[in-house]
């Protein structure tokens, strides 16, 4: 019994392994012909089978450059750390990654020379070997690239930092040095890498941050900087370039919807129907610049970024709520009021009586209200010091304070107003952090709405107006594909009583539910699509997905970081459209391209002090323009290059193949 039991386990095993090969070879011929990663020309699955029994036995990748054999388990892994970190010999030696014919850089490879390759020998220094002067020097250029200007390019000259460089045995490092020909190749190289990434996306996203940037004015001669990056579907980002405003205000509509349509048509070499949409953190003009782009561009998405709209709300709350008005006016004079550095009676002094709190100033009005929150025990010991009859000062401003410093009611109000601070906050660096897709925009301002109605209740503010607020606002960033978006995704499929896993559509009102239908025919080619996709949403309604598909998309893990559970296939949804969801085919192609739209702009940053000083504020030229976006664009995809490991959306594939097995 015990052999049997032996045999039948070898022989799953060994179907496992073959199924899994399969997958592996299936993806190879993909790639080969253009429709996969780069690496897959240089690696190659192979199946070990057992000499007595012929079954398999194991599965390797092999290196068709060195030979060499590696688990087979993560080829993408196997790739980063064979291949690009240099551990392949021979792939070292030359062998580049194939690039695409389009791509024109090839020539100014071999027209940079090799860097460092004149550096002369310091005397009294370690004796280090030309290739190790050389990778040391280019691992100290990577770390400037990716610190992004918060390096100071003085800290080059530093006589600590010129001393340390000696004391190891390396050359001293200039700014030419590390701006120049060392920029060119490690652009060149982030240039290959980028055009090979968007080729193989079959859409994308793009993204533009920064045109109401308030960061960017705290030099009245500030340039405007809008970032512009690309979303793809595998859930990887890529920067494209920075866009120089200059220090004019944002261009109007029409500017901008010229300069969004020249990005896409640069970006997607001519073929704009490969852009799914555009994100951005947007005011009135440039929303409607995304509006005239939706006109001309049936099947765009264009969405406003919801971090954006949350501390746009934030903003209103300031305005409009009379509890956060007050408070943040008498918190605004306590700090200029109060001293908390000392800790004597005495420390009440009038600094500047005159000066008022200005209500759209939200960041001010809440870093007044944190202070004053801070110092809360310090102030009402003071107040407590001073006798109900004492006269503090003449100055009338000085009684009103002290008089709202005695009142319980000051207290419990800057509470109230804490709360509301700390709740909106949060979810802002939630989103930011998380960065939510449309169909997750609905469910996320259903749990704004049930947490400030908990927040009223608990400080008995009247709710009516606080969501009064919060409706204006949802209605501002409202869009349609939101509610397409929530019932197409498989996330957010629900369970019914029979064991189905149908779409969301009973949480949806009537005016959503046409919605869904709107967009949908929107997004079709032609007025066939548009009434096969009618008929494929009805079916998608009553049929919804089988259960072990839905499961495997839904499936959650909590992250060993931060506790929070987290999907733990973040590409499920749009794989199981692509792979399985056969059936519904002009669904399908609506769905793919909605359902990957992310519903913020990008994270990057930058220091715009060093990029004004880098480019010289436009005065110096081309030169100077040319070598900010290339520091930007080497250093902001090496980030995001980075954030890409976590997740190889490949093995997904496999997942689903053998679910379908």
Request: hydrophobic letters at 40%.
């Amino acid at each position: 019994m015990a052999a049997l039991c032996q045999a039948q386990e070898d022989d799953m095993f060994s179907r496992n392994l073959h199924k899994r090969f399969n997958g592996l070879v299936m993806i190879r011929t993909r790639a080969i012909r253009g429709k996969g990663a780069w690496y897959w020309s240089h690696l190659e699955p192979i199946l070990f089978r057992n000499q007595d029994t012929g079954t398999a036995k194991s599965l390797k990748l092999k290196c068709s450059l060195c030979r060499g054999l590696f688990s087979a388990s993560n080829p993408s892994r196997t790739a980063s750390e064979h291949l690009k970190r240099g551990t392949c010999p021979e792939f070292q030696n030359g062998v580049t990654p194939k690039f695409r014919k389009n791509n024109r850089l090839l020539p100014s490879v071999a027209m940079i020379p090799a860097p460092c390759s004149a550096v002369k020998p310091i005397i009294n220094r370690p004796q280090l070997t030309q290739t190790q002067i050389d990778t040391a020097l280019d691992l100290l250029a990577e770390w400037f690239y990716m610190s992004c200007g918060y390096v100071s390019l003085s800290t080059l000259n530093h006589p600590k930092f010129q001393a340390f460089l000696h004391q190891v045995g390396l050359p001293q490092v200039n700014k030419d040095s590390i701006l120049g020909r060392k920029l060119d190749y490690k652009y060149v190289e982030a240039k290959f890498e980028f055009e090979d990434k968007l080729h193989d996306a079959m859409f994308f996203q793009m993204s533009t941050n920064g045109w109401k940037n308030e960061d960017q004015k705290t030099c009245a001669q500030s340039e405007a900087f809008v970032n512009v990056t690309l979303n793809l579907p595998n859930k990887s980002s890529l920067f494209h370039k920075m866009l120089f405003l200059g220090t004019t205000s944002t261009p109007n509509s029409t500017g901008v919807k010229e300069l969004l349509s020249s990005i896409i048509n640069e970006v997607s070499n001519g073929d704009v129907f490969r852009c799914a949409g555009v994100v951005a953190d947007v005011g009135n003009v440039i929303n409607e610049a995304l509006l005239e782009l939706e006109l001309q561009f049936h099947w765009m998405v264009n969405t406003t970024c919801q971090a954006k709209a949350l501390k746009n709300l934030l903003n209103d709350f300031f305005k409009c709520l009379p509890i956060c008005i007050q408070t943040a006016s008498l918190c605004h004079k306590l700090v200029h009021i109060f001293n908390p550095q000392k800790k004597s009676s005495n420390n009440i002094i009038c600094l500047n009586p005159q000066q008022t709190f200005t209500h759209d100033q939200t960041s001010a009005a809440i870093s007044s209200i944190k202070n004053v929150a801070r110092m809360s025990c310090s102030l009402n010991e003071e107040a407590s010091q001073v006798l109900p009859n004492q006269v503090i000062s003449t100055d009338p401003l000085d009684e009103e304070l002290h008089v709202a410093l005695r009142d319980p009611k000051f207290w419990r109000d800057l509470e109230c107003v804490v709360c509301l601070i700390k709740l909106m906050t949060t979810l802002i660096e939630e989103i930011e952090e998380e960065k939510p897709c449309l169909g997750q925009c609905l469910p996320l301002w259903e749990g704004l709405k049930s947490r400030i109605k908990i927040w009223c209740n608990s400080f008995s503010v009247e709710e009516k107006t606080v969501m009064e607020l919060v409706n204006i606002q949802l209605s501002k960033n409202y869009h349609q594909a939101w509610a397409a978006s929530y019932i197409l995704d498989p996330l957010y499929l629900i369970e019914d009583n029979c064991g189905r896993y149908l779409p969301p559509f009973k949480y949806l009102n009537s005016e959503q539910e046409k919605d869904v239908v709107k967009i949908i025919t929107r997004l079709t080619q032609n007025e066939e699509e548009k009434h096969l996709a009618l008929m494929e949403l009805m079916k998608w309604r009553t049929k919804g997905l089988d259960p072990v598909y839905a499961q495997a998309v839904q499936a959650k893990e909590r992250d060993p970081v931060t506790g929070k559970m987290k999907v733990v296939n973040p590409c499920g949804s749009r794989l199981v459209w692509e792979t399985h969801l056969t059936e519904f085919q002009v669904l399908k192609k609506v769905a793919v391209r909605l359902i990957f739209l992310q519903a913020t702009t990008g994270s990057v940053k930058m220091n715009h002090t060093y990029f004004n000083l880098l480019c010289g504020n436009s005065k110096s030229g081309n030169a100077a323009f040319e070598r900010a976006q290339k520091l930007m664009f080497v250093s902001s995809n090496g980030r995001l290059g980075r954030k890409e490991l976590t997740y190889d959306e490949e093995e997904e594939t496999l997942r689903l193949l053998q679910l379908q097995e």
